[in-house]
Each structure stands twice: as structure tokens, then as C-alpha cells.
T-cell receptor, first 114, second 112 residues
Framework: DAGVTQSPTHLIKTRGQQVTLRCSPISGHKSVSWYQQVLGQGPQFIFQYYEKEERGRGNFPDRFSARQFPNYSSELNVNALLLGDSALYLC?????????????FGAGSRLTVL | GEDVEQSLFLSVREGDSSVINCTYTDSSSTYLYWYKQEPGAGLQLLTY?????DMKQDQRLTVLLNKKDKHLSLRIADTQTGDSAIYFCAETGYSSASKIIFGSGTRLSIRP
């Protein structure tokens, strides 16, 4: 079975541009979360989506937005990119009803903003 | 607020045991996790413990939880070169299933 897949794996943008990152969860997983990991730090929670609805949002500006599609895949959009947005963006999925509350992470999309 | 703290570096000799420590502040934590991240890779869940447990053992890994002191540790027995990585302590509270709070990570290096 495929794990959590993310695309693109690497991308370079310039300040002020917009970026869209994509995530496909594990088959059967309906919940998707996004995390930002800046170099040298732990991941920071950005969003959680379940059944196409936002269920949680971290302390990120409105430039960050996301959505979940009927097939449970998800996109993360970041507008007006800043240098500080350079990071590894991680997507994670979990099965609903899992008592263990276990997330499976993808390998991430590494964004560099110049 | 919620916070997870861990030391930044640990160096151990190959074959010795590694102990990585972590403290957290959220008294409502329900699950506590240890994740491993190798260079250029995503996060791999190593093990987790429910907050009503004191200890969990899984092959070479032993997790100890002191809920009173809000202290979590990960012991890796017989440390090997393949254990070189960054280890993240993390916790999640009752109110949000997917919001995991991560520490800054402990970089484990192995000496021959």
C-alpha cells in the first residue's frame, strides 16, 4: 500500500509568489494535517482537515490556506511568499476512529523562497 | 501554553544505550510520541505511550513516562550506526486529535 504521498518534493519560489503543495493520504484515511518544519526546528501544526472541513488551525497568518477534496486529498496554498516561509512542509493522515491517534507522515515538500 | 523541550545533542558509543529526555507542560496530554527523522526524510513514528501508562517496551526501545513531573524518556538499547538521526518528542492533548506539539529534536550521533 502506498503511504502518504506529497508533491512536489522540492521547489524554489521568489518572494511575493504563490505556491500550492499537494498531498494524497493513505487509502481509507479521511483526516489530513499539514505541518511546517523550519530547518533546525520541530514541525509546527498548520491545519487539520476531516471530511473536507477544517477542524483545526495553528498560529499561521491568513496567507496560508488549505482545502480537502472529496477523495480526501489535500492542497496547501501559501500566498505572498516570504523568505521565512522556506521550510519542509509535511502532510500527515490518520484513520478516523483510531484510538492510538497515530499520524503517518509523508516525506514532505521542501520549499525554498529566494 | 503547550511546550515540549528536549536537549539538542546526544553522542553515544556504538553498542551503548542511548537515553533521550523530554519535558512537556500540557497536563492534559493524552498521547506522547517519539518520532525519528533521518537526513532529508519525513518523520517516522517510533513508538507512543498513552498517558495512563508508565512504561512501554518495544524491542530495543523503552519509553518511560513520569506524568507527575511531565517527563518522558526514550532508551535505545545497543545503539547502532543506523540509529543516527534526529529524535522528536511530541504530545497531543484530548481536545485536538491531529494537533501534535513537537519538541525541537535531539540529534543523536554514534561514536565508533
Amino acid at each position: 500500500d502506498a503511504g502518504v504521498t506529497q508533491s512536489p518534493t522540492h521547489l524554489i519560489k521568489t518572494r511575493g509568489q504563490q505556491v500550492t503543495l499537494r498531498c494524497s493520504p493513505i487509502s481509507g484515511h479521511k483526516s489530513v494535517s499539514w505541518y511546517q518544519q523550519v530547518l533546525g526546528q520541530g514541525p509546527q501544526f498548520i491545519f487539520q482537515y476531516y471530511e473536507k472541513e477544517e477542524r483545526g488551525r495553528g498560529n499561521f497568518p491568513d496567507r496560508f490556506s488549505a482545502r480537502q477534496f472529496p477523495n480526501y486529498s489535500s492542497e496547501l496554498n501559501v500566498n505572498a511568499l516570504l523568505l521565512g516561509d522556506s521550510a519542509l512542509y509535511l502532510c500527515a493522515s490518520r484513520p478516523q476512529g483510531s484510538g492510538a491517534n497515530v499520524l503517518t507522515f509523508g516525506a514532505g515538500s521542501r520549499l525554498t523562497v529566494l | 501554553g503547550e511546550d515540549v523541550e528536549q536537549s539538542l545533542f546526544l553522542s553515544v558509543r556504538e553498542g551503548d544505550s542511548s537515553v533521550i529526555n523530554c519535558t512537556y507542560t500540557d497536563s492534559s496530554s493524552t498521547y506522547l510520541y517519539w518520532y525519528k527523522q533521518e537526513p532529508g526524510a519525513g518523520l517516522q513514528l517510533l513508538t507512543y505511550i498513552f498517558s495512563n501508562m508508565d512504561m512501554k517496551q518495544d524491542q530495543r526501545l523503552t519509553v518511560l513516562l513520569n506524568k507527575k513531573d511531565k517527563h518522558l524518556s526514550l532508551r535505545i538499547a545497543d545503539t547502532q550506526t543506523g540509529d543516527s538521526a534526529i529524535y522528536f518528542c511530541a504530545e497531543t492533548g484530548y481536545s485536538s486529535a491531529s494537533k501534535i506539539i513537537f519538541g525541537s529534536g535531539t540529534r543523536l550521533s554514534i561514536r565508533p
